[in-house]
Nanobody, 113 residues
Framework: VQLQAFGGGLVQAGGSLRLSCAASESTARFTFMNWYRRAPGKERELVAT???????HVEDSWKGRFTISREVARNELYLQMNNLKPEDTAVYYC????????WGKGTLVTVSS
């Protein structure tokens, strides 16, 4: 399984970005697909999850600002990030779980104040 996150970049506080994750297999195949992030000097943390049947969950820290979704026909996972804050600066990773976890290379998001 190959995963590749893209769509990161530099954005001003209050702006929006949509991250994408291209998967080598159908996104509907995996038990879970997740977005994680690692902010500078911090541990990796779970941001949002989508299940095989399409149920979604966003962790409380980002609820109301971030949305996870997928396009099964495109084998893509998305993270829509709105009202970005400087503390959202991090490398964002997509992750897929079947019998084991699979990780893609991350994409850097930098939010300037």
């Amino acid at each position: 399984v190959q995963l590749q996150a893209f769509g990161g970049g530099l954005v001003q506080a209050g702006g929006s970005l949509r991250l994408s994750c291209a998967a080598s297999e159908s996104t509907a195949r995996f038990t879970f697909m997740n977005w994680y992030r690692r902010a500078p000097g911090k541990e990796r943390e779970l941001v949002a999850t989508i299940t095989r049947i399409g149920s979604t969950h966003v962790e409380d820290s980002w609820k109301g600002r971030f949305t996870i979704s997928r396009e099964v026909a495109r084998n893509e996972l998305y993270l829509q990030m709105n009202n970005l804050k400087p503390e959202d600066t991090a490398v964002y990773y997509c992750n897929a779980v079947l019998k084991e976890p699979y990780w893609g290379k991350g994409t850097l998001v930098t939010v300037s104040s």
